[in-house]
């Protein structure tokens, strides 16, 4: 074991929150070290957004030019799985090399260590034979991972994670797709719309369990319309694996049989492998647990997935500027999740911001609902095929202000940039209805849905 090197800050985890923070600390004049075992720059730009969306936007393509027939002539659509496989090595992953990424960070005056870091005291980490003391901050940034469920036989198997959905260069004949959320979801169609027979299961009672229920519920229909076939109510009770592919029984005792096993379940994080316990923290929780400045204790920060806020780059990104600012001393604002954006890059999109109707009623909120359907709009009447969904507000009646909001349809999350404004700054209904709305635009439905709040 070699002496402890002593440095400022130690950050634990290079995804998109951990390298930002890591390379701001270094700007700083700080003696910053990262740490990560994997590439730095995390999920996102190698297995999750960008690679995925890119996946998305190729399929978006392809059923474009199968509404051409009735609005605009006629079109031959061959899907080729080919052009997008290379077009994610060349442009997105470098071919899941991170050696640009690496050179950024240490550009900026930051040390990489590749390697499993853990926690081992209060203010110092160890990757292998090394250790590190940080005299200012540790700042915890280790993501998450694929939940995969405890299904009978399912781990004895070659099933696919995201990882494995991404790196294709061949897509299989069939697919079975575990998990309805918005990882499955998205991926479930982009693969049908390549031609492959797709089985979607969601154990919930509806697809995007998270999202109000007329989400899942609309989605449904325009995969079943798609050609896939979609399972909810029931979820995977033996999963096994043979020459002729994948078995899955259901609870209910139906068999499924595919190719391909895609299991989109979830995510988790995994405390005990980075130390929790050292913190005084239950190494069995869920997440890692922050104030409003992102500290997990004195002299320890954490972002990203870690701390249980949801799953995406712009949390971890947001997260990042608080912790920056609290470790330099710098004034900032708290962190505020009630106007947390998501959206879910389905065809049509699902956008939702704030909490659900039945989240508010559970807090006690006097909630009243507006809602107008997409297709019943201008924009949405025009724009015909492919233009399901609908605007959904979400009203605290006592205060006037909305506290939630659903837009599903084409550019849906596009469309929820004003609503979540009109959240984020509570933004009195009174004064959102004095508006002008743009005509005919998808955003003018957000007008439409307001005539519902009393």
């Keep these: 074991m070699t002496a402890d090197r002593v440095v400022d800050a130690i950050v634990l985890g290079m995804g998109p929150g951990g390298e930002d923070v890591a390379g701001r600390l270094a700007e700083?004049?700080?003696?910053?070290?990262?740490?990560?075992?994997?590439?730095?720059?995390?999920e996102c730009p190698y297995w999750g957004c960008i690679p995925s969306k890119m996946m998305i936007r190729a399929a978006h393509l392809l059923a474009e030019a199968r509404r051409i027939p009735g609005m605009a002539g006629n079109a031959v659509v061959r899907p080729d799985w080919a052009p997008v496989a290379a077009r994610i090595r060349a442009e997105a992953t470098d071919d899941?090399?991170?050696?640009?990424?690496?050179?950024?960070?240490?550009?900026?005056?930051?040390?990489?260590?590749?390697?499993?870091?853990?926690?081992?005291?209060?203010?110092?980490?160890?990757?292998?034979?090394?250790?590190?003391?940080?005299?200012?901050?540790?700042?915890v940034a280790t993501g998450s991972?694929?939940?995969?469920?405890?299904?009978?036989?399912?781990?004895?198997?070659?099933?696919?994670?995201?990882?494995?959905?991404?790196?294709?260069?061949?897509?299989?004949?069939s697919i079975i797709v575990l998990g309805g959320g918005a990882i499955g979801a998205e991926l479930a169609q982009v693969y049908t719309r390549f031609g492959v027979d797709t089985t979607l299961v969601e154990?919930?009672?509806?697809?995007?369990?998270?999202?109000?229920?007329?989400?899942?519920?609309?989605?449904?229909?325009?995969?079943?319309?798609e050609g896939i076939t979609v399972i909810t109510g029931v979820g995977a009770s033996e999963v096994s694996h043979s020459d002729q592919g994948f078995r899955v029984r259901l609870a209910d005792g139906r068999q499924l049989?595919?190719?391909?096993?895609?299991?989109?379940?979830?995510?988790?994080?995994?405390?005990?492998?980075?130390?929790?316990?050292?913190?005084?923290?239950?190494?069995?929780?869920?997440?890692?647990?922050?104030?409003?400045?992102?500290?997990?204790?004195s002299g320890v920060w954490a972002v990203g997935d870690v701390t249980g806020r949801g799953a995406f780059t712009h949390v971890a990104m947001y997260q990042a500027g608080i912790a920056v600012a609290d470790i330099l001393g710098r004034p900032h604002d708290l962190a505020d999740y009630r106007a947390l954006p998501r959206v879910t890059f389905t065809d049509p999109e699902v956008g939702s911001v704030g909490i659900t109707a039945q989240a508010a009623r559970d807090r006690g909120i006097d909630v009243v609902v507006g809602r107008t359907?997409?297709?019943?709009?201008a924009r949405g009447w025009l724009h015909k095929a492919g233009n399901e969904g609908f605007i959904s507000l979400v009203a605290d009646a006592e205060r006037g202000v909305l506290v939630g909001a659903t837009v599903m349809g084409p550019n849906g999350g596009e469309v929820l940039g004003m609503l979540t404004l009109a959240v984020h700054a509570e933004i009195p209904i009174s004064r959102l209805r004095t508006m002008i709305y743009a005509y005919p635009t998808f955003h003018r439905g957000v007008e439409d849905a307001l005539r519902q709040i009393p």
Excluded: C, M, Y
């Design 28 to 42: 700083a004049g700080l003696s910053v070290i990262g740490i990560d075992s994997s590439l730095v720059g995390g």
């Design 96 to 139: 899941w090399d991170d050696t640009v990424a690496v050179e950024r960070f240490e550009g900026k005056g930051g040390h990489f260590v590749r390697g499993r870091g853990r926690i081992v005291e209060p203010d110092r980490v160890q990757v292998g034979d090394l250790r590190f003391r940080a005299t200012r901050a540790i700042v």
């Design 373 to 377: 359907s997409v297709p019943s709009t």
């Design 257 to 297: 049989q595919a190719e391909r096993l895609l299991v989109a379940t979830g995510r988790r994080v995994d405390l005990a492998s980075i130390g929790a316990g050292v913190l005084g923290i239950d190494e069995h929780a869920r997440a890692l647990p922050v104030d409003e400045h992102q500290r997990v204790t």
């Design 145 to 173: 991972a694929p939940a995969v469920p405890p299904i009978p036989g399912l781990a004895d198997t070659p099933f696919w994670t995201n990882h494995d959905a991404i790196e294709a260069k061949e897509l299989p004949a």
């Design 203 to 225: 154990a919930a009672p509806g697809l995007l369990p998270l999202e109000e229920p007329e989400a899942g519920a609309v989605l449904a229909d325009v995969f079943a319309n």
